[in-house]
């Protein structure tokens, strides 16, 4: 016997009453409004290179002036890139004051998988501009941040958040080389990031295939607690993400997905919002 995912706005509303410990689990498609490439479907290449091969440690074994580069170029993106109405959306389930209108009974964290800030940022706005002043729920970014860089030697602590770009003078206008037929620029690596500590080669403070995502522990328990797991924009292709909501189902929680489309295991959700998150959670929220 198999059960569809409802799409009933009221029914949600009503889980939503119900729940005490909610994950919101985001993925990609939740800055695809604000102009950042997906990583698989259209958008997964970064001039005619995979872009799941530049992240992983293999693609930075091979090439690190080209993996500086692509990361430069979306650090770029990114700097010129804000929120969108589905982060501002979920930027209001992270305050209290705003959440408890529709969960009065919730705590709430946010895991993203994207390293693009812009979650944070939105939350960040939403206090400023409606002057709220108590905490917000934590935002938990597994898979790193953009703007962090972090020292490759092993025995070396350095991790650092800086937004200058360029990051360093020579991966400056490198983010305009995208067409095919051009040369690719080679930066020496003695022209790349280093650390300010020991003197060695800096990386992009993010998780590539084959790493441990940060604060796996905390979020593995999180899903052992909550009741309602909500997962947005993220093809649930990437483990361990890709595992969160079916551990909340497996103590009895609920699972909501919003996707552009059918995503992996979303015929198994409780509830299925399909179409663009930047409305689709405007319009369930309210
Ligand atoms: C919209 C929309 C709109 C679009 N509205 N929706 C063999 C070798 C090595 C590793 C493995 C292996 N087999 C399995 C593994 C594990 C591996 C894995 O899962 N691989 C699979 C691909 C098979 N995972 C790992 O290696 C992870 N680490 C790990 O498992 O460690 C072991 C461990 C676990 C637990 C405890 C202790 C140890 C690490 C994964 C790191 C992933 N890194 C990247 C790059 C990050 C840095 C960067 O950004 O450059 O993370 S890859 C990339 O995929 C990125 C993303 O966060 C991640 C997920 O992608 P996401 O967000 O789902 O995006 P898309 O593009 O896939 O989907 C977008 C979705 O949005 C689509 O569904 C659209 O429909 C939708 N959409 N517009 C609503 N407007
Ligand atoms: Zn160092």
């Known amino acids: 016997l198999t059960r569809m995912p409802s799409d009933s706005i009221p029914d949600f509303r009503a889980a939503l009453l119900e729940s005490k410990q909610i994950l919101v689990v985001t993925g990609a498609g939740l800055s695809a409004a604000s102009g950042i490439p997906t990583f698989r479907g259209d958008g997964g290449l970064w001039r005619n290179y995979d872009v799941t091969a530049l992240a992983t440690p293999g693609g930075w074994a091979e090439n690190q002036s080209r993996v500086w580069q692509f990361y430069h170029y979306r650090r770029e993106l990114v700097l010129k890139a804000s929120p969108n109405p589905a982060h501002y959306v979920l930027a209001k389930l992270a305050i209290p004051d705003f959440r408890y209108k529709i969960a009065p009974h919730s705590k709430l964290t946010h895991v993203t998988q994207n390293i693009d800030g812009l979650l944070r940022k939105a939350v960040d706005e939403t206090k400023v501009s409606s002057g709220v002043s108590e905490e917000s ?3 938990v970014e597994m898979h790193g941040r953009l703007f962090d860089i972090v ?3 092993h025995d070396c602590e350095y991790h650092e958040a800086k937004f200058d770009s360029p990051i360093c003078p020579a991966l400056g206008g ?3 080389i995208l067409a095919d037929g051009i040369t690719e620029p080679l930066v020496r690596r003695a022209d790349l990031p280093h650390c300010p500590l020991c003197g ?5 403070g993010v998780v590539w295939f084959g790493e441990r995502p940060y604060r796996i522990k905390e979020i593995l328990d999180l899903a ?8 947005v924009g993220t093809s649930a292709l990437v483990q361990p993400a890709s595992k969160l909501s079916q551990r909340v189902k497996d103590h009895g929680g609920r699972v909501a997905v919003f996707n552009l489309e059918q995503s992996n295991h979303s015929e198994e959700a409780d509830f299925l919002f399909l179409g663009p998150c930047e409305q689709r959670l405007g319009e369930v929220f309210g």
């Open 224 to 231: 052992d607690e909550a009741d309602l797991c909500i997962v």
């Open 137 to 139: 729920s934590e935002i």
């Open 200 to 204: 060695q080669l800096c990386r992009p």
């Open 174 to 176: 490198t983010e305009k």
């Open 151 to 153: 020292c490759t030697a």
